[in-house]
């Protein structure tokens, strides 16, 4: 399942990102992002970070850094800890406390 | 299917009909191809000037980029090389100054079901199926069912027809789509990017664009009914327009529509008897120096060798 989404990405990437050039508010767009997702969360958890990401990119959003979260930092509510493309984990502020507490999920 | 999609089913075919009502009642046009033809034309620019909202926003948040130049060549100058990096900082600056130039995939995502509600619609029409507004349009579907453009039934398809004009006609529009969308990427290649941007990895994705583009539009132009093409097609052509305008007006720094630009207002000064303005003074940009940020973010040009040192 996992391969057969990865492939369809690649599709998807190699074909329509190409037509329409970069319209993506983020960084990564949110078919590398997709892709990324599902490379490192499987099939499952990727496509739901993807759709995540999908929901959040429109053109009233403020777009900016969004990395693909690491397995450690998953979270499948809220921003993930290390997602901001900050060199020092530092996106406490933005985090539950609970997990910014850990110091396992931070530097992950 | 159709039932999630029959509140988009209706919309469409009422706006045709709309349409319909306007060139066959009002300009009393006595030809079924010609007005059904115009009234899919009718509903692209419909839905399409819904959008220019989104499309002056995206300006004007262009606009205000020309005041983050400074700042952008500084990121530029400090992670050359570092594609990836240079990218990531160049978004958190948009985010931070709130001049994100990306109008996100939703404004092409929104159209997608209208699209499909269009070939529903025009599906049913070749079957003699009713759907959206059309059972209660007799009249009207008879209408749709017999309209031809050229000998063409604009509900047919490549692949439902025997008719030789249905497939020399889908053949044309695919030609078409093909030249449009061509233009459109060129046109934003040539007249609004630097230099620099147009040379190593981008001309690579070009090529290969240029190979897989024909085959979409082919497949697309062969499965749909003539009057989706239409629309497409229709579509296409509203996207280029769109695009010349915004390269004449909002040229990217550095680029060969910038300078064509500075000429206009020069010549406009000039003619005015005002005294010409230095165009060194309002974007402090050297020629072909500045990526385009409106446009695509491009790699600078790297050699193979060269990027193995950094590797090192």
């Known amino acids: 399942m996992t391969k057969l989404i990865v492939a369809v990405l690649k599709l998807y990437r190699l074909v329509v990102s190409q037509l329409y050039g970069q319209t993506c508010r983020y960084y990564p767009s949110c078919s590398a992002y997709a892709l990324g997702a599902v490379e490192t969360h499987r099939a499952v958890r990727g496509s739901w970070l993807a759709l995540r990401r999908l929901a959040r990119c429109h053109p009233w959003c403020a777009g900016g850094v969004d990395l693909v979260p690491t397995t450690d930092n998953y979270l499948w509510w809220g921003r993930a800890a290390g997602t901001d493309g900050e060199d020092e984990p530092s996106a406490g502020h933005r985090q539950p406390e609970s997990i910014s507490a850990i110091p396992a999920c931070r530097g992950a | 299917m159709d039932t999630v999609l029959a509140p988009l089913l209706w919309l469409v075919s009422y ?5 319909h ?6 300009l009393g046009i006595n030809h079924d191809g010609v007005n059904w033809a115009l009234s899919i034309i009718g509903l692209v620019i419909v839905i399409r000037t819904l959008l220019i909202p989104l499309f002056v926003r995206q300006i004007r948040s262009q606009r205000k980029m020309q005041l983050l130049q400074p700042q952008l060549r500084e990121l530029q100058k400090k992670y050359k090389g570092d594609r990836e990096r240079l990218q990531q900082e160049m978004m958190k600056l948009y985010k931070k100054t709130g001049t994100n130039p990306f109008a996100s995939c939703l404004p092409i995502l929104l159209q997608a079901p209208f699209l499909f509600s269009l070939f529903r619609v025009l599906d049913g029409i070749a079957r003699d199926r009713p759907r959206g507004a059309f059972p209660n349009h007799e009249d009207l579907f008879e209408s749709a069912g017999r309209a031809e453009v050229f000998g063409a039934k604009l509900a047919d398809s490549f692949l439902t027809t025997d008719v030789m004009q249905t497939r020399v006609l889908a053949m044309i529009m695919v030609v078409g789509m093909v030249v449009s969308q061509y233009v459109t990427q060129r046109q934003i290649m040539r007249k609004n990017m630097p230099k620099e941007a147009l040379e190593g990895p981008f001309a ?3 090529k290969i664009l240029l190979y897989v583009l024909p085959l979409v539009f082919l497949f697309s132009g062969v499965y749909f009914p003539l009057g989706t093409v239409l629309y497409w097609l229709t579509s296409n052509f509203w996207t280029m327009g769109q695009q010349l305008y915004v390269i004449r007006r909002m040229p ?23 005294t010409v303005a230095d165009p060194e003074e309002k974007p402090e940009v050297e020629p072909g120096q500045e990526n385009g940020e409106a446009r ?17």
Do not use: H, N
């Open chain 2, 252 to 274: 990217a720094p550095g680029s060969d529509a910038e300078k064509a630009q500075q000429r206009r207002q020069a010549e406009k000064a000039r003619r005015k008897g005002l």
């Open chain 2, 296 to 312: 695509r973010q491009q790699p600078k040009r790297t050699s193979r060798s060269q990027r193995k040192k950094k590797r090192r």
């Open chain 2, 15 to 19: 706006i045709m009909m709309g349409w």
């Open chain 2, 21 to 26: 009502w306007v060139f066959a009642e009002l």
């Open chain 2, 204 to 206: 690579q994705q070009q």
